[in-house]
């Protein structure tokens, strides 16, 4: 019974140092901004980043079609790749689109 306590006591001191203190001083995130890309089929942005003018540098994939800002993209084949540079107010800079043959 004293080697059940034991293990009890074990198993609630994991729990309190593996599950509740992390949860207590975990960061709390604030979302300043958020962007979904639209279009028919899938897309998915693979990658982002910004420069150092507060430019939008994004490369993605996607089938069918997929609106970035203003532009809209058509795919002929499954899975095409883009790679976007947008300003601050999400307005399209320079683009590249690579057509998977």
Known sequence: MKKNRQ???????????????????????????????????????????????????????FDKSCDIGQTHYSSKNFHDQVLVKQDSSGAVLCDYKRIKY
């Open 7 to 61: 293990i009890f006591k074990l198993l609630l001191f994991l729990i309190l140092i593996f599950i509740v203190i992390p949860t207590l001083y975990s960061q709390k995130y604030i979302v300043d901004w958020a962007k979904t890309l639209t279009g028919t089929g899938w897309n998915r942005v693979t990658a982002i980043t910004s420069d150092t003018e507060n430019n939008i540098i994004l490369a993605g994939a």
